[in-house]
């Protein structure tokens, strides 16, 4: 109840902060419509005391939430479950975990998450048919939604610490408040020496990201607004820095695209509503080239789809879908960065951390357009 400040009631304003600050936080419009009139039941006779926020509001939210996410997890569940038996081994359980929380933290909470998770696989593992251990979807869901709330206020505490370490201001926070852990893991991987990116790490950075857009793309203007930005500084890009890059990319993508987006839009808007259902989305994101590769890549658009209410038989207007469009371009093309990246650090046994030094090391030659160096440029590198 520390957003109470003290009172030993909250009202409305505080009874949602503090909600929040357990760990209960809505993803989807549907979620944030359903908390919403929890709290607002809940503060209809009078402000809300600790017992009613411990004993009524919290098991409400719990459970409608729980109600809300389970279309979602299953769909994760089934995606993962690829002999169709209604059940997943561990490592499965262990795969689906990672993939879930891939773009909500960075390597530190994911590491303590993983361990409350493994103490959780352990207590819910049963015997399956073949002899090995497998996990049923009704124990994973109770299990999911206990450690939803321990990935949200992790998730809150390493913002609050990462706000203070790299000072960042309200702009900052308000656009990217949902995602600043994995663009704060993304940055330091970058930073190989603490000090800060160069333009160059900056650019091929955003390129991993998916935000860095073609010649045809605006290309040439994203490389004037970082040129501008960077140039402003005497050392290397701060944190704070490179979030203002990320806000020029997305723009400048959005913007340079928009035109041949609306006409694809339009020309499925058949009934000229101005929206398109489920099945106009998906065959516009395919049109795009925004199709899932592996199961990861299917389960993180279904995720995407799902907090835009898509899955719902919501519809989406142009600008909802432009927003959308963007978030799967940059997950996918983050997602298989890190499967190159990780693949790359098993087969030669190289630890992640160091794997960045020779990323560097290559791009600090002349890298030509298709990403790639000559062989007399790797003979001074050896």
């Known amino acids: 109840l ?21 760990g209960l936080l809505a993803k989807s ?43 979602t997890l299953m769909k994760y569940f089934q995606i993962y479950d690829l002999d169709d038996s209604g059940a997943l081994s561990c490592e499965e359980c262990r795969l689906l975990f990672m993939h879930w929380c891939a773009f909500e933290l ?25 002899g090995g251990q497998v996990v049923l979807f009704d124990d994973f869901e109770s299990v999911m939604s206990r450690l939803q709330e321990q990935v949200e206020r992790t998730i809150l505490a390493r913002v609050d610490e990462i706000e203070h370490k790299e000072i960042l201001g309200a702009d900052d926070l308000k656009a990217h408040g949902h995602e600043l852990l994995p663009l704060h893991a993304a940055y330091q991987r970058a930073d190989t020496d603490g000090t800060g990116l160069t333009s160059r790490q900056l650019m091929y950075l955003l390129a991993e990201m998916g935000l860095r857009p073609s010649e045809e793309e605006a290309g040439a203007d994203l490389d004037h607004v970082l040129r501008v930005i960077s140039g402003q500084l005497d050392v290397g890009l701060a944190f704070h820095d490179f979030l203002r890059a990320v806000r020029a990319a997305r723009k400048l993508i959005l913007l340079s695209g928009h035109r041949t987006l609306k006409e694809r839009f339009d020309r499925l808007d058949k009934a000229k509503a101005r929206v398109l259902p489920k099945g106009g989305v998906s065959a516009l994101l395919e049109l795009m080239g925004l199709v899932p590769r592996c199961r990861e890549d299917q389960a993180a658009i279904w995720r995407l789809l799902t907090e835009f ?46 794997l960045a030094v020779f990323r560097d090391m290559f791009y600090n030659c002349n890298v030509d357009s298709c990403g790639r160096i000559t062989v007399d440029q790797v003979k001074p590198l050896l």
């Open 106 to 130: 960075d390597s530190v909470s994911f590491a303590s998450m993983k361990t409350v998770f493994e103490e959780e696989l352990a207590s819910i593992a049963s015997q399956g048919k073949d």
């Open 29 to 71: 419009e549907a979620e944030k419509r359903e908390l919403n009139t929890v709290c607002t039941e809940a503060c209809a006779i009078a402000d809300v005391d600790f017992f009613t926020f411990s004993f009524d509001v919290i098991p409400r939210g719990r459970q409608v939430l729980r109600q809300c996410r389970t279309g």
């Open 2 to 22: 520390e957003a109470a400040e003290g009172a030993e009631v909250l009202d409305l304003r505080a009874l949602r902060a503090a909600v929040r600050g357990f």
């Open 309 to 354: 209410g898509v899955d719902s038989c919501c519809s989406l207007n142009f600008m909802q879908f432009e927003e959308l469009a963007l978030k799967v371009r940059e997950r996918l093309k983050a997602a298989q960065h890190d499967r190159v990246r990780r693949a790359a650090a098993e087969e030669f046994g190289i630890p992640l951390r160091e």
